[in-house]
Protein backbone atom coordinates (compact mmCIF):
# COMPACT_ATOMS: atom_id res chain seq x y z
CA UNK A 1 0.00 0.00 0.00
CA UNK A 2 1.96 2.71 -1.57
CA UNK A 3 0.84 5.97 0.07
CA UNK A 4 0.31 9.42 -2.54
CA UNK A 5 2.72 12.35 -1.95
CA UNK A 6 1.98 14.37 1.04
CA UNK A 7 0.88 18.04 0.51
CA UNK A 8 0.06 19.74 -3.01
CA UNK A 9 2.25 21.07 -5.93
CA UNK A 10 2.07 25.01 -5.95
CA UNK A 11 0.14 24.79 -8.92
CA UNK A 12 -2.91 23.22 -7.49
CA UNK A 13 -3.29 26.21 -4.44
CA UNK A 14 -2.87 28.29 -7.97
CA UNK A 15 -5.76 27.20 -9.61
CA UNK A 16 -7.64 27.54 -6.32
CA UNK A 17 -7.29 30.50 -5.86
CA UNK A 18 -8.06 31.56 -9.65
CA UNK A 19 -11.14 29.80 -9.67
CA UNK A 20 -12.48 31.61 -6.32
CA UNK A 21 -11.59 34.85 -7.74
CA UNK A 22 -12.91 34.06 -11.50
CA UNK A 23 -16.45 33.73 -9.46
CA UNK A 24 -15.96 36.92 -6.98
CA UNK A 25 -15.57 38.92 -10.60
CA UNK A 26 -18.86 37.37 -11.49
CA UNK A 27 -20.52 37.86 -7.89
CA UNK A 28 -18.90 41.68 -7.45
CA UNK A 29 -16.68 40.37 -4.01
CA UNK A 30 -13.74 42.41 -3.99
CA UNK A 31 -11.96 40.00 -1.54
CA UNK A 32 -13.00 36.32 0.75
CA UNK A 33 -12.23 37.00 4.20
CA UNK A 34 -11.61 33.10 5.39
CA UNK A 35 -11.78 32.27 8.92
CA UNK A 36 -12.08 28.56 9.53
CA UNK A 37 -9.96 25.57 8.84
CA UNK A 38 -10.98 23.82 5.64
CA UNK A 39 -11.17 27.33 4.05
CA UNK A 40 -8.01 28.26 5.25
CA UNK A 41 -6.39 25.04 4.57
CA UNK A 42 -8.01 24.83 1.12
CA UNK A 43 -6.20 27.52 -0.15
CA UNK A 44 -3.12 27.95 1.44
CA UNK A 45 -2.25 23.88 2.69
CA UNK A 46 -1.91 25.28 5.84
CA UNK A 47 -2.49 21.66 7.77
CA UNK A 48 -1.98 21.97 11.54
CA UNK A 49 -3.97 20.55 14.36
CA UNK A 50 -3.33 23.88 16.44
CA UNK A 51 -7.00 24.48 15.72
CA UNK A 52 -8.25 22.38 18.41
CA UNK A 53 -7.27 25.41 20.63
CA UNK A 54 -10.21 28.04 20.89
CA UNK A 55 -8.09 30.77 22.12
CA UNK A 56 -6.33 31.94 18.30
CA UNK A 57 -8.07 33.35 15.82
CA UNK A 58 -6.75 32.87 12.11
CA UNK A 59 -7.50 34.81 8.76
CA UNK A 60 -6.44 34.58 5.27
CA UNK A 61 -7.71 37.39 2.45
CA UNK A 62 -7.98 36.12 -1.05
CA UNK A 63 -8.18 39.18 -3.15
CA UNK A 64 -9.28 39.85 -6.70
CA UNK A 65 -6.16 39.26 -8.10
CA UNK A 66 -2.90 37.55 -6.61
CA UNK A 67 -1.95 35.14 -3.66
CA UNK A 68 -3.85 34.89 -0.16
CA UNK A 69 -2.57 36.97 2.17
CA UNK A 70 -2.67 35.67 5.97
CA UNK A 71 -3.37 37.64 9.24
CA UNK A 72 -2.48 35.18 11.77
CA UNK A 73 -1.16 34.63 15.26
CA UNK A 74 2.48 34.63 15.81
CA UNK A 75 3.02 31.32 16.40
CA UNK A 76 1.28 30.22 13.04
CA UNK A 77 3.99 32.08 10.91
CA UNK A 78 6.84 29.42 10.83
CA UNK A 79 4.15 26.96 10.04
CA UNK A 80 2.32 29.06 7.21
CA UNK A 81 5.60 29.95 5.42
CA UNK A 82 6.26 26.87 4.25
CA UNK A 83 3.51 26.95 2.56
CA UNK A 84 2.99 29.13 -1.00
CA UNK A 85 1.54 32.12 1.15
CA UNK A 86 4.41 34.44 1.38
CA UNK A 87 2.46 38.00 2.31
CA UNK A 88 2.22 36.76 6.41
CA UNK A 89 0.93 39.39 8.60
CA UNK A 90 1.03 38.76 12.38
CA UNK A 91 0.56 39.42 15.88
CA UNK A 92 1.16 38.07 19.25
CA UNK A 93 -1.86 36.31 20.24
CA UNK A 94 -4.07 36.39 22.83
CA UNK A 95 -4.12 40.23 22.97
CA UNK A 96 -6.86 40.67 24.84
CA UNK A 97 -6.88 44.30 23.75
CA UNK A 98 -7.40 43.74 19.83
CA UNK A 99 -6.58 40.00 19.04
CA UNK A 100 -5.75 41.03 15.51
CA UNK A 101 -8.77 43.02 14.48
CA UNK A 102 -6.94 46.06 14.09
CA UNK A 103 -3.98 44.19 12.10
CA UNK A 104 -6.98 42.41 9.61
CA UNK A 105 -8.85 46.21 9.02
CA UNK A 106 -6.43 47.64 7.95
CA UNK A 107 -4.91 44.67 5.74
CA UNK A 108 -8.77 44.51 4.58
CA UNK A 109 -8.60 48.34 3.86
CA UNK A 110 -5.52 47.74 1.91
CA UNK A 111 -6.53 44.93 0.00
CA UNK A 112 -10.03 46.16 -1.57
CA UNK A 113 -11.84 49.15 -2.37
CA UNK A 114 -12.97 52.01 -0.27
CA UNK A 115 -16.54 51.06 -0.99
CA UNK A 116 -15.88 47.24 -1.77
CA UNK A 117 -17.40 44.41 -0.52
CA UNK A 118 -16.01 41.28 1.34
CA UNK A 119 -17.28 38.03 1.27
CA UNK A 120 -17.62 35.66 4.35
CA UNK A 121 -19.54 32.35 4.19
CA UNK A 122 -22.31 32.41 5.83
CA UNK A 123 -24.62 29.49 4.78
CA UNK A 124 -25.14 26.51 6.08
CA UNK A 125 -22.42 24.40 7.48
CA UNK A 126 -20.62 27.40 7.53
CA UNK A 127 -19.34 29.38 11.12
CA UNK A 128 -17.32 32.80 11.11
CA UNK A 129 -15.12 31.36 14.21
CA UNK A 130 -14.28 34.82 15.57
CA UNK A 131 -16.32 36.79 18.59
CA UNK A 132 -19.54 38.30 17.13
CA UNK A 133 -17.73 41.51 19.32
CA UNK A 134 -14.83 41.38 16.94
CA UNK A 135 -16.40 40.80 13.90
CA UNK A 136 -18.93 43.95 14.76
CA UNK A 137 -15.60 46.09 15.61
CA UNK A 138 -14.45 45.12 12.42
CA UNK A 139 -17.07 46.33 10.32
CA UNK A 140 -16.96 49.42 11.99
CA UNK A 141 -13.20 49.78 11.47
CA UNK A 142 -13.46 49.22 7.77
CA UNK A 143 -14.87 52.35 6.39
CA UNK A 144 -17.63 52.08 3.58
CA UNK A 145 -16.57 48.43 2.47
CA UNK A 146 -19.03 45.64 3.37
CA UNK A 147 -19.05 42.30 5.06
CA UNK A 148 -21.41 40.12 3.10
CA UNK A 149 -22.46 36.15 2.17
CA UNK A 150 -19.23 34.39 -0.15
CA UNK A 151 -22.41 33.35 -2.49
CA UNK A 152 -20.88 29.94 -1.59
CA UNK A 153 -18.02 30.48 -3.69
CA UNK A 154 -15.43 28.12 -1.56
CA UNK A 155 -18.09 25.97 -1.15
CA UNK A 156 -19.00 25.18 -4.64
CA UNK A 157 -15.05 24.72 -5.30
CA UNK A 158 -14.46 22.58 -2.48
CA UNK A 159 -17.48 20.10 -3.60
CA UNK A 160 -15.49 19.23 -6.61
CA UNK A 161 -12.12 17.20 -5.62
CA UNK A 162 -9.38 17.65 -8.08
CA UNK A 163 -7.71 14.08 -8.74
CA UNK A 164 -4.64 14.38 -6.00
CA UNK A 165 -7.49 15.38 -3.38
CA UNK A 166 -9.14 11.87 -4.39
CA UNK A 167 -6.15 10.01 -3.96
CA UNK A 168 -5.60 11.20 -0.37
CA UNK A 169 -9.50 10.65 0.36
CA UNK A 170 -8.81 7.13 -1.35
CA UNK A 171 -5.66 6.25 0.57
CA UNK A 172 -7.63 7.47 3.73
CA UNK A 173 -10.20 4.85 3.00
CA UNK A 174 -7.70 1.95 2.16
CA UNK A 175 -6.30 2.84 6.01
CA UNK A 176 -9.54 2.06 7.20
CA UNK A 177 -10.45 -1.24 5.05
CA UNK A 178 -7.16 -2.67 6.14
CA UNK A 179 -8.27 -1.63 10.12
CA UNK A 180 -11.80 -3.01 9.59
CA UNK A 181 -9.91 -6.18 8.37
CA UNK A 182 -8.69 -6.57 11.44
CA UNK A 183 -11.48 -6.17 13.83
CA UNK A 184 -11.85 -9.73 14.54
CA UNK A 185 -8.40 -9.48 16.52
CA UNK A 186 -9.87 -7.20 18.81
CA UNK A 187 -13.99 -8.15 18.99
CA UNK A 188 -15.18 -11.49 20.73
CA UNK A 189 -17.50 -12.19 23.35
CA UNK A 190 -16.72 -10.36 26.42
CA UNK A 191 -14.64 -7.61 25.55
CA UNK A 192 -16.08 -4.68 26.24
CA UNK A 193 -16.83 -2.39 23.59
CA UNK A 194 -14.80 0.82 24.70
CA UNK A 195 -12.13 -1.36 24.80
CA UNK A 196 -13.11 -2.63 21.15
CA UNK A 197 -12.97 1.47 20.51
CA UNK A 198 -9.61 1.98 21.82
CA UNK A 199 -7.95 -0.88 20.47
CA UNK A 200 -10.30 -0.33 16.92
CA UNK A 201 -8.40 3.52 16.81
CA UNK A 202 -4.99 1.58 17.60
CA UNK A 203 -5.65 -0.63 14.34
CA UNK A 204 -6.09 2.72 12.44
CA UNK A 205 -3.21 4.06 13.49
CA UNK A 206 -1.01 1.14 13.12
CA UNK A 207 -2.28 0.86 9.37
CA UNK A 208 -1.15 4.00 8.73
CA UNK A 209 -3.87 7.36 10.03
CA UNK A 210 -2.44 10.33 11.02
CA UNK A 211 -4.99 10.34 13.58
CA UNK A 212 -8.71 9.40 14.50
CA UNK A 213 -11.03 11.93 15.63
CA UNK A 214 -14.34 10.36 14.52
CA UNK A 215 -15.27 6.96 15.85
CA UNK A 216 -18.91 6.17 16.49
CA UNK A 217 -20.69 2.64 17.31
CA UNK A 218 -22.80 0.67 19.13
CA UNK A 219 -23.92 -3.53 20.32
CA UNK A 220 -26.71 -4.82 21.13
CA UNK A 221 -28.94 -7.73 20.43
CA UNK A 222 -31.17 -7.52 17.38
CA UNK A 223 -29.79 -4.16 16.12
CA UNK A 224 -28.81 -0.67 18.14
CA UNK A 225 -30.19 2.50 19.23
CA UNK A 226 -28.07 5.23 17.48
CA UNK A 227 -25.25 5.55 15.26
CA UNK A 228 -23.65 8.53 17.22
CA UNK A 229 -22.94 7.26 21.47
CA UNK A 230 -19.36 6.96 22.59
CA UNK A 231 -18.58 3.37 23.83
CA UNK A 232 -20.15 1.56 27.26
CA UNK A 233 -17.78 -0.94 29.04
CA UNK A 234 -20.45 -3.31 28.30
CA UNK A 235 -19.33 -6.57 27.30
CA UNK A 236 -20.00 -7.93 23.86
CA UNK A 237 -22.63 -10.94 24.14
CA UNK A 238 -23.82 -14.07 21.74
CA UNK A 239 -26.68 -12.13 19.46
CA UNK A 240 -25.15 -8.82 19.69
CA UNK A 241 -24.83 -6.75 16.44
CA UNK A 242 -21.76 -4.32 16.54
CA UNK A 243 -21.07 -1.37 14.26
CA UNK A 244 -18.08 0.80 13.84
CA UNK A 245 -18.10 3.99 12.06
CA UNK A 246 -15.19 5.30 11.54
CA UNK A 247 -13.66 8.77 10.05
CA UNK A 248 -9.87 8.60 10.15
CA UNK A 249 -7.50 11.34 8.17
CA UNK A 250 -4.85 10.66 6.29
CA UNK A 251 -2.86 13.91 5.02
CA UNK A 252 -5.71 16.34 5.89
CA UNK A 253 -8.61 14.17 4.14
CA UNK A 254 -11.24 11.99 5.60
CA UNK A 255 -12.86 8.71 4.83
CA UNK A 256 -15.90 7.96 6.15
CA UNK A 257 -17.73 4.53 6.38
CA UNK A 258 -18.94 1.73 9.05
CA UNK A 259 -18.93 -2.17 9.21
CA UNK A 260 -21.41 -3.91 10.72
CA UNK A 261 -20.53 -6.94 12.52
CA UNK A 262 -22.52 -10.38 14.09
CA UNK A 263 -21.19 -11.77 17.60
CA UNK A 264 -22.24 -14.89 16.29
CA UNK A 265 -25.02 -15.88 13.50
CA UNK A 266 -27.17 -13.00 12.95
CA UNK A 267 -31.16 -13.36 14.03
CA UNK A 268 -33.32 -13.49 10.51
CA UNK A 269 -34.81 -10.31 11.19
CA UNK A 270 -30.99 -8.73 11.17
CA UNK A 271 -30.04 -10.71 8.41
CA UNK A 272 -32.61 -9.40 6.10
CA UNK A 273 -32.04 -5.93 7.42
CA UNK A 274 -28.45 -6.27 6.44
CA UNK A 275 -29.10 -7.52 2.80
CA UNK A 276 -31.84 -4.58 2.71
CA UNK A 277 -29.07 -1.98 3.33
CA UNK A 278 -26.77 -3.45 0.89
CA UNK A 279 -29.84 -3.62 -1.77
CA UNK A 280 -30.23 -0.05 -1.06
CA UNK A 281 -26.46 1.19 -0.97
CA UNK A 282 -26.29 -0.68 -4.82
CA UNK A 283 -29.26 1.01 -5.74
CA UNK A 284 -27.92 4.11 -4.81
CA UNK A 285 -25.02 3.75 -6.59
CA UNK A 286 -26.55 2.87 -9.65
CA UNK A 287 -28.02 5.98 -9.55
CA UNK A 288 -25.55 8.47 -8.62
CA UNK A 289 -24.36 9.24 -12.26
CA UNK A 290 -23.23 12.82 -13.57
CA UNK A 291 -26.14 14.93 -14.10
CA UNK A 292 -28.19 13.57 -12.10
CA UNK A 293 -29.75 14.82 -8.52
CA UNK A 294 -28.84 14.17 -4.76
CA UNK A 295 -32.57 13.93 -4.25
CA UNK A 296 -32.55 11.12 -7.17
CA UNK A 297 -30.01 9.28 -5.44
CA UNK A 298 -32.07 9.53 -2.19
CA UNK A 299 -35.14 8.31 -3.60
CA UNK A 300 -33.00 5.35 -4.98
CA UNK A 301 -32.13 3.94 -1.45
CA UNK A 302 -34.83 5.64 0.57
CA UNK A 303 -37.39 3.75 -1.41
CA UNK A 304 -36.11 0.64 -0.21
CA UNK A 305 -35.02 1.37 3.07
CA UNK A 306 -38.10 3.05 3.73
CA UNK A 307 -41.12 3.22 1.29
CA UNK A 308 -43.84 5.67 1.17
CA UNK A 309 -42.24 7.81 3.67
CA UNK A 310 -40.19 11.19 3.36
CA UNK A 311 -36.68 9.60 5.26
CA UNK A 312 -35.49 8.43 8.32
CA UNK A 313 -34.97 10.32 11.62
CA UNK A 314 -31.43 10.29 10.66
CA UNK A 315 -32.39 13.08 8.21
CA UNK A 316 -30.16 12.81 5.20
CA UNK A 317 -28.60 8.80 3.14
CA UNK A 318 -25.44 10.32 2.79
CA UNK A 319 -23.28 13.43 2.30
CA UNK A 320 -20.32 14.82 0.74
CA UNK A 321 -16.82 13.74 1.71
CA UNK A 322 -13.29 15.50 2.04
CA UNK A 323 -11.03 17.60 4.39
CA UNK A 324 -13.95 16.94 6.50
CA UNK A 325 -15.92 14.24 8.01
CA UNK A 326 -19.18 15.61 6.69
CA UNK A 327 -19.85 17.90 3.98
CA UNK A 328 -22.21 19.91 1.65
CA UNK A 329 -24.06 18.49 -0.21
CA UNK A 330 -26.76 16.37 1.62
CA UNK A 331 -28.51 13.42 0.36
CA UNK A 332 -32.45 14.99 1.09
CA UNK A 333 -35.27 14.73 -0.53
CA UNK A 334 -35.31 18.47 -0.73
CA UNK A 335 -31.73 18.64 -2.10
CA UNK A 336 -31.38 19.38 -6.19
CA UNK A 337 -27.32 19.45 -6.08
CA UNK A 338 -25.94 17.95 -9.76
CA UNK A 339 -23.74 15.58 -9.21
CA UNK A 340 -20.26 16.15 -10.63
CA UNK A 341 -17.10 14.76 -11.78
CA UNK A 342 -15.44 14.28 -8.94
CA UNK A 343 -17.62 14.69 -6.12
CA UNK A 344 -17.16 12.17 -3.68
CA UNK A 345 -19.85 10.83 -1.63
CA UNK A 346 -20.71 8.87 1.06
CA UNK A 347 -24.16 6.58 0.71
CA UNK A 348 -25.74 5.55 3.76
CA UNK A 349 -28.85 4.21 3.85
CA UNK A 350 -30.21 3.11 7.25
CA UNK A 351 -33.37 0.16 8.19
CA UNK A 352 -35.63 -0.13 11.13
CA UNK A 353 -35.87 -3.48 12.84
CA UNK A 354 -38.70 -5.21 15.31
CA UNK A 355 -38.25 -3.49 18.65
CA UNK A 356 -37.48 0.01 17.75
CA UNK A 357 -33.79 -0.80 16.72
CA UNK A 358 -31.80 0.51 13.51
CA UNK A 359 -29.00 -0.49 11.29
CA UNK A 360 -26.83 1.76 9.05
CA UNK A 361 -24.39 0.98 6.58
CA UNK A 362 -21.96 3.26 4.74
CA UNK A 363 -20.10 3.25 1.77
CA UNK A 364 -17.42 5.98 -0.12
CA UNK A 365 -18.16 6.47 -3.38
CA UNK A 366 -16.60 8.98 -6.06
CA UNK A 367 -18.67 10.18 -9.34
CA UNK A 368 -16.61 9.82 -12.68
CA UNK A 369 -17.55 10.24 -15.72
CA UNK A 370 -19.27 6.89 -16.56
CA UNK A 371 -20.63 7.03 -13.15
CA UNK A 372 -20.08 6.40 -9.79
CA UNK A 373 -16.57 4.22 -8.34
CA UNK A 374 -16.38 2.87 -4.96
CA UNK A 375 -13.17 3.50 -2.98
CA UNK A 376 -14.57 1.20 -0.25
CA UNK A 377 -14.68 -2.14 -0.72
CA UNK A 378 -18.34 -2.79 -1.01
CA UNK A 379 -19.96 -5.30 1.54
CA UNK A 380 -22.12 -8.41 0.17
CA UNK A 381 -25.72 -9.06 1.67
CA UNK A 382 -24.30 -10.97 4.44
CA UNK A 383 -22.81 -10.39 7.65
CA UNK A 384 -19.30 -10.41 9.00
CA UNK A 385 -19.78 -12.80 11.65
CA UNK A 386 -17.29 -12.78 14.64
Known sequence: MTPPPRGFPEAEFQARTARAQSLMAEAGIDAL?????????????????????????WFVIVPAKGKPVAVIPSIGAHLMGQTWVQDIRTWQAPDYADDGVGLLAATLQELTPAKGTIGLADQMESHVRMPLAHL???ERSIGARRIMGDATITRRLRQVKSTTEIAKITHAVTIGTSAFDRVPEIAREGVALSQVFRDFQRLCLEEGADWVPYLAGAAAPGGYGDVISPADDAPLRAGDVMMLDTGLIWDGYFCDFDRNFSLGPPSIAVAEGHAQLIEATQAGFAAAKPGARMCDVFHAMNDIVDPGRGGSDAGRLGHGLGMQLTEWPSLIAADTTLL??????TLEPGVTLPGGKIMVHEENIVIEAQGARYLTRPQGAEMVVI
Open 33 to 57: LLTTEPEIRYYTGFLTRFWESPTRV
Open 136 to 138: RRL
Open 340 to 345: EEGMVL
